[in-house]
């Protein structure tokens, strides 16, 4: 099984910025397409951004110039760069692995956007 685990979350005024790493156990990590979802209360789970084992992204267009999804396979880790935050950003991101059939979440980091 692939574990991962995110970090980085916190508490952030509007106009700010955060970096969310996603640390992925297993030698495998390079094969996986990666994504971010996000998850506000009471609404569904959405996709943020996602990125092939080749490096291409693409971006939900709530978030399209303002967050950068990134891969780091020497360090098993994915990242998501926020920046301009606006108050709509505030939720639970999740980290998601794809290879084939199979899919894996971590357990969330808090992402809280407020003045």
């Known amino acids: 099984q692939v574990q991962l685990v995110e970090s980085g979350g916190g508490l952030v005024q509007p106009g700010g910025s955060l970096r969310l790493p996603c640390a992925a156990s297993?030698?495998?990590?390079?094969?996986?397409?990666m994504a971010w979802y996000r998850q506000a209360p009471g609404k569904q789970r959405e996709l943020v951004a996602t990125?092939?084992?080749?490096?291409?992204?693409n971006y939900a267009d709530s978030v399209k110039a303002r967050f950068t999804i990134s891969r780091d396979n020497a360090k098993n880790t994915v990242y998501l760069q926020m920046n301009s935050l606006l108050f709509e950003d505030t939720a639970v991101y999740y980290c998601?692995?794809?290879?084939?059939?199979?899919?894996?979440w971590g357990q969330g980091t808090q992402v809280t956007v407020s003045s």
């Open positions: 998601n692995a794809q290879r084939g059939i199979m899919r894996y």
């Open positions: 297993g030698s495998l990590f390079s094969i996986y397409a």
């Open positions: 990125i092939t084992s080749g490096g291409s992204t």
